[in-house]
T-cell receptor, first 113, second 113 residues
Framework: AQSVTQLDSQVPVFEEAPVELRCNYS??????LFWYVQYPNQGLQLLLK??????LVESINGFEAEFNKSQTSFHLRKPSVHISDTAEYFC???????????FGQGTELSVKP | ETGVTQSPTHLIKTRGQQVTLRCSSQ?????VSWYQQALGQGPQFIFQ???????GRGNFPPRFSGLQFPNYSSELNVNALELDDSALYLC????????????FGSGTRLTVV
């Protein structure tokens, strides 16, 4: 069955420390991968996406994720986090163009001063 | 860009009642999807509409139904509400065939008592 696994439900980290949020998906010939962020009482905001081409994708606020086909992973990283990065992060996969998104369970990132 | 707007933002219903949730898609987006996000979980795909026709459905019973209108606004209807239907309902719009990541609304928080 198609699925997405986020290995950590909660990640506490101190401000300015690096962070990695892990995501693995069930294998398929073609995949489209996404990271969404959800702030309290809000909807989902697209953080970054991998559709094709370069396996390293970046967001405008310093996050990056690398598509690793052999390990079926799409981990999210940031070298130095801010208090404002505190939120829930969801990894999602689509197995066809314009198809449904399958989400992981989410990782709660908590950045402490 | 007008974004995706959902109404109402919050709703309380009694078990057995019916509810209609509304979504106004981002301008130019002809595909709309609905997701259910239970507390502490990732969003689950309910169904997708394209050009007013259902274009894919997740593992939800028939009492979950939808409509998409020519102006690309849409509705999610749930009949015979159950306590487990309490969740955040998210609407997401996209342009047909484009897997650039859906634009999500802020959601409707439904509580069934």
């Amino acid at each position: 069955a198609q699925s997405v696994t986020q290995l950590d439900s909660q990640v506490p980290v101190f401000e300015e420390a690096p962070v990695e949020l892990r995501c693995n998906y069930s294998s398929s010939v073609s995949v489209y991968l996404f990271w969404y962020v959800q702030y309290p009482n809000q909807g989902l905001q697209l953080l970054l996406k991998y559709l094709s081409g370069s396996t390293l994708v970046e967001s405008i606020n310093g996050f990056e994720a690398e598509f690793n086909k052999s390990q079926t992973s799409f981990h999210l990283r940031k070298p130095s986090v801010h208090i404002s990065d505190t939120a829930e992060y969801f990894c999602a996969v689509s197995y066809n163009q314009g198809g449904k998104l399958i989400f992981g369970q989410g990782t709660e990132l908590s950045v402490k001063p | 860009e007008t974004g995706v707007t959902q109404s109402p933002t919050h709703l309380i219903k009694t078990r057995g009642q019916q509810v209609t949730l509304r979504c106004s898609s981002q301008s130019g987006h002809n595909t709309v999807s609905w997701y259910q996000q239970a507390l502490g979980q990732g969003p689950q795909f309910i169904f997708q509409y394209y050009r007013e026709e259902e274009n894919g459905r997740g593992n939800f019973p028939p009492r979950f139904s939808g409509l998409q209108f020519p102006n690309y606004s849409s509705e999610l209807n749930v009949n015979a509400l159950e306590l487990d239907d309490s969740a955040l309902y998210l609407c997401a719009s996209s342009l047909e065939g484009r897997n650039n990541g859906y634009t999500f609304g802020s959601g409707t928080r439904l509580t069934v008592v």
